[in-house]
């Protein structure tokens, strides 16, 4: 199982990032996919997941309405569109992959390698 993270860099506040998260050694819609975040000195937080079933998605309230997840399945890979950036948002940007219920509670098994978004002007 590997998941690569992409797409992260510098952006203005109110600017776009679209991330990737490209996965191989298994199938991508068997599971759900988490997206989280990691400020400097702060922990570690969820920031969006979408299902493997019926693509439920779900969002940190801190993103919503700025953030949506995706997946193309015939890609196995699962994008993070991210609008109306914050300088808050600054953070390197994970993705992970497990069964729903361990994604949701933020204890995914399997992790990629992160890449990092900064927002600042």
């Known amino acids: 199982v590997q998941l690569v993270e992409s797409g992260g860099g510098l952006v203005q506040p109110g600017g776009s990032l679209r991330l990737s998260c490209a996965a191989s050694?298994?199938?991508?819609?068997?599971?759900?996919i988490g997206w989280f975040r990691q400020a400097p000195g702060k922990e570690r937080e969820g920031v969006s997941c979408?299902?493997?079933?019926?693509?439920?998605?779900y969002y940190a309230d801190s993103v919503k309405g700025r953030f949506t997840v995706s997946r193309d399945n015939a890609k196995n890979t699962v994008y993070l569109q991210m609008n109306s950036l914050k300088p808050e948002d600054t953070g390197i940007y994970y993705c992970?992959?497990?069964?729903?219920?361990?994604?949701?509670?933020?204890?995914?098994?399997?992790w990629g390698n992160g890449t990092q978004v900064t927002v600042s002007s």
């Open positions: 979408i299902g493997n079933n019926d693509d439920s998605t």
């Open positions: 050694g298994f199938t991508l819609d068997a599971y759900a």
């Open positions: 992970a992959t497990d069964y729903l219920g361990r994604v949701v509670a933020g204890t995914p098994d399997y």
